[in-house]
């Protein structure tokens, strides 16, 4: 069964995976928006963009308050984080693989260089 | 039809893992590295692992199996990674995935790990890209990377043993 952890990080991959929605969080970090601000630089409806805003806030990647009569969306950087800290593992396994390569790959030159030398 | 163009490095997406590295020898000795099972063995897996050289299985063509088992150097418990090669262009481009994989949890997305292996004459620039990473291996994965390898195998383990 999966945790309730699995299913909010698996929510915010979903999330994550669109570039439009990426696009949104890109802009929310320079700052609160509402949705006529943030439909402004993209080709599409407000109507489209607050459907994104729905599955951002959904996995917990944007909160959204109301200030007088317009609604504002704010960056959840937490959420973002997370995802960002699993990914990192991926990274670390390579990191650590590609360390290993690079000490296998001198001592391999190494005997190979004093092969050639002993040639000579 | 193979195609043997090698495809562009590509732009790094949030859910990718994009890795660049310089490696201080010529590009067949780093292609070697990655191909022959006799030296795969000397380095694949974090710090905390070592390759049991009688697992690692190379078949250096597409379709072909690359795989290995990663031993834990506390608990001496295998971790199996097994990917199918799908682009071969020696030396240097290699290029495998995890296709729909069937497990007890529901199916594995495509999961394509590329390495490019870039000519610079006494000195190899490797490029590696691994993604993208979906929700459904996100679930598969949620206790690390080795974790995830090892329920994959447990699957396979199934089938082709």
Do not use: C
């Amino acid at each position: 069964m999966p945790t309730i952890e699995t299913d909010k990080l698996s929510t915010v991959f979903a999330a994550l995976a669109d570039p439009t929605r990426r696009a949104i969080l890109a802009r929310l970090a320079s700052g609160d928006a509402t949705v006529t601000e943030l439909a402004e630089p993209f080709a599409m409806s407000q109507p489209a963009v607050s459907k994104h805003l729905r599955v951002l806030e959904t996995a917990g990647l944007i909160s959204r308050a109301k200030v007088a009569t317009a609604r504002y969306s704010h960056l959840e950087a937490e959420a973002l984080r997370e995802a960002t800290e699993w990914m990192q593992r991926y990274t670390r396994f390579w990191t650590e693989s590609l360390d290993r390569l690079d000490d296998a790959l001198a001592q391999y030159m190494e005997a190979h260089e004093t092969h050639e030398r002993q040639e000579r | 039809m193979i195609d043997h163009t090698v495809p562009d490095v590509p732009v790094a997406a949030d859910t990718d893992v994009l890795i660049t590295r310089a490696f201080a020898a010529p590009r067949d000795i780093v292609w070697k590295f990655f191909t022959q099972p006799e030296y795969l063995a000397r380095w694949f897996g974090p710090a905390t692992v070592h390759v049991d050289p009688s697992t690692v299985r190379v078949d250096l063509h597409p379709g072909g199996t690359w795989g290995l088992d990663m031993v834990d150097n506390d608990s001496g418990e295998h971790y199996p990674m097994r990917a199918k090669l799908t682009v071969v262009i020696p030396p240097e481009y290699l290029e495998g995935r995890e296709a729909n994989a069937q497990t007890s949890i529901g199916p594995l997305e495509d999961i394509v790990l590329r390495i490019w292996l870039h000519d610079h004459g006494p000195v190899t620039r490797m490029t590696l890209h691994q993604g993208p990473f979906t929700p459904q291996f996100r679930d598969m994965t949620r206790d690390g990377w080795l974790e995830s390898f090892h329920k994959v195998d447990a699957v396979l383990a199934g089938g082709a043993a």
